[in-house]
């Protein structure tokens, strides 16, 4: 069956190019007689190049290397992509950065000049804002995991185009699958409305105080830095907004996925 998807396809292909990239072990079955072994090795094969590493599967079946090579996969497989007009004018494309096993992840929009140029998220003034923010949170940044919706800059810092957040949405969901952190935090309304599937014009103030069900995992959406920078007066609520974090990252705050959303009023 072919695959619709072509980021999902490009994965296929990769696959089967360079499966010791991929697939240690299954460059190793594969050449053995064992015929196990072999569907074994088939079967992981498959899961990586459809996408079927569902959350669960990733986690209580794959070994932590296995994702982490999945995740290395999935950034060589970005690095290379073509598959929307941003790649005509980006420099370097920006996949994410952080612990592959963070239990919190940060999603913003997409990268600005200064990202586009050192192929990091957050990396500019809004970036060092976040610094300062995770520093207050008592977090280092190599503890967290930050990504945006789009890997490529738009031209001029201009707002992502449907097709350009369609096309590239499928990395994002895939980096979430694979790192699996116990809480996303979304920056920004751009990334709280491509993560959660929200009408275009919703606002960042009508999104907080609330905890969303991101796939079975607690999604808080907050201020983006960039929007701190330009209005102090967010940087109250935006902490607010951290302290919830931190709150469900301890589990002093309950959340459970049937809480769609969870008002922090209730
Ligand atoms: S923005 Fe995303 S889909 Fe478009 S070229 Fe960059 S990585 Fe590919």
């Keep these: 069956m072919r695959d619709r998807n072509p980021i999902l396809r490009h994965l296929r292909q990769l ?9 240690p072990r ?17 079967a992981d094969v498959e899961r990586l190049a459809t996408g079927q590493s569902a959350l669960s599967s990733a986690s209580a079946q794959a070994s932590p290397a296995q994702f982490v090579v999945e995740l290395a996969a999935l950034a060589k497989t970005a690095l290379a992509c073509a598959l929307c007009p941003l790649h005509e004018t980006r420099h370097k494309v920006v ?21 586009d140029a050192q192929g990091e998220p957050f990396v500019g003034r809004a970036g ?16 967290v995991y930050i990504a945006n919706v789009l890997k490529c800059r738009p031209p001029g810092n201009r707002n992502p185009l449907p097709g350009e957040t369609a096309t590239c949405m499928p990395y994002l969901r895939k980096q979430i699958e694979l790192i699996n952190p116990a809480v996303v935090v979304a920056l920004g309304a751009v990334a709280a409305v491509h ?31 960039a929007a701190l920078l330009r209005n102090p007066s967010y ?32």
């Design 15 to 23: 696959a089967e190019s360079e499966p010791e990239l991929y697939l």
């Design 128 to 143: 060092q804002l976040l610094n300062k923010i995770l520093t207050a949170m008592k977090l280092r940044r190599s503890e």
């Design 195 to 225: 993560l959660l599937k929200l009408a275009p014009d919703v606002a960042v103030k009508s999104l907080r105080g609330r905890i969303f069900n991101l796939d079975g995992r607690p999604l808080i959406v907050t201020y983006h830095p």
């Design 235 to 266: 940087k109250t609520p935006t902490w607010e907004d951290m302290q919830t974090v931190l709150k469900v990252l301890s589990g002093e705050l309950k959340w459970q996925p049937e809480n769609k959303p969870f008002t922090l009023d209730n």
């Design 95 to 115: 996949f994410g950065v952080g612990d592959a096993h963070a239990r919190l992840m940060f999603v913003g929009e997409a990268p600005g000049a200064d990202e």
């Design 26 to 42: 299954a460059e190793r079955a594969l050449t053995s007689t064992n015929a196990g072994a072999k569907a074994d090795a088939n």
